[in-house]
């Protein structure tokens, strides 16, 4: 528990939240400004800033749980589609630095749309594809 983390302390009721499901591991409860009724954020108990610090495990069960609120969105809601997104550190638009998952239902008329697509520039597709696959093969982590 970091107690100056806002999701820590929904995580100890500490501060109301629309709690939706719970387990050992992880916490799911009501985005309160959502992109639409039903967006859910699903977090470790655990406090860990962002995807850089998060544990195996916990990272785990927050996938895991992501997936079973994406199913209860889709039997409660009958949404037209249903995104997933996390944003990590403030370069990314990351607010609460408490790792989250956002689970967001979408429907027809929205004004939301998924973001942009850029195309690469000339010989930048294959190289950053090398890139990436050299940081994988040297990964410490
Ligand atoms: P981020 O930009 O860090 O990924 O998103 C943080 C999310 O937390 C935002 O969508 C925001 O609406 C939500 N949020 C901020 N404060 C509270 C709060 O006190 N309670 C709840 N339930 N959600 C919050
Ligand atoms: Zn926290």
Not at 25 to 47: C, E, S, W, Y
Not at 98 to 124: I, N, T
Request: aromatic fraction near 8%; charged fraction near 25%.
């Amino acid at each position: 528990m970091n107690s100056d983390c806002l999701f820590c302390k929904i995580a100890a009721r500490e501060i109301p939240a629309q709690i939706v499901y719970e387990d050992e591991n992880t916490l799911a409860f009501l985005d309160i400004n959502p992109v639409n009724p039903g967006h859910t954020l699903v977090i470790p108990k655990k406090h860990s800033v962002d995807i850089f610090e998060i544990e195996e495990k916990d990272w785990g069960a927050v996938m895991h749980v992501s997936r079973r609120i994406a199913h209860a969105l889709e039997r409660a809601l009958k949404p037209a589609g249903i995104n997933l997104g996390m944003n990590n550190r403030a370069g990314a638009g990351q607010m609460v630095f408490h790792s989250h998952v956002h689970v967001m239902p979408r429907f027809e008329g929205d004004p939301h749309k998924p973001w942009p697509g850029h195309p690469y520039a000339e010989g930048a597709f294959a190289a950053t594809g090398d890139k990436i696959r050299a940081a994988l093969n040297s990964e410490s982590d």
